[in-house]
Nanobody, 114 residues
């Protein structure tokens, strides 16, 4: 069984920061690319960022470039999404996933509100 357990998230004011964590178990975490997606109410799930197995290569969608940072610690079997300068439009449920294993975290709500 492959598991991804998320933590972090919550309510933050515009311009604030949050960090999401995604802890893996049941597989060799360091062998796989990890992606972060989000889904706002009424919208389709969309890619936010990805990080290669080694962490050397990262990808960001344009709408988070310069604000979000994806990272991972393979010794801790954990990936992170640092979110800075949060905006109202960042409000969504955020998911981590290992696409190759078709495994998703449970999702965590991020709400940006004044």
């Amino acid at each position: 069984q492959f598991y991804l357990v998320q933590s972090g998230g919550g309510l933050v004011q515009p311009g604030g920061s949050l960090r999401l964590s995604c802890s893996a178990s049941g597989f060799v975490f360091g062998r796989y690319l990890v992606s972060w997606y989000r889904q706002a109410l009424g919208n389709e799930r969309e890619l936010v960022a990805s990080i290669s197995s080694s962490g050397e290569t990262v990808h960001y969608e344009d709408f988070v470039k310069g604000r979000f940072t994806v990272s991972r610690d393979n010794d801790k079997n954990t990936a992170y999404l640092q979110m800075n300068s949060l905006q109202f439009d960042d409000t969504a449920v955020y998911f981590c996933t290992v696409p190759t294993l078709a495994t998703w975290g449970q999702g965590t709500q991020v709400t940006v509100s004044s």
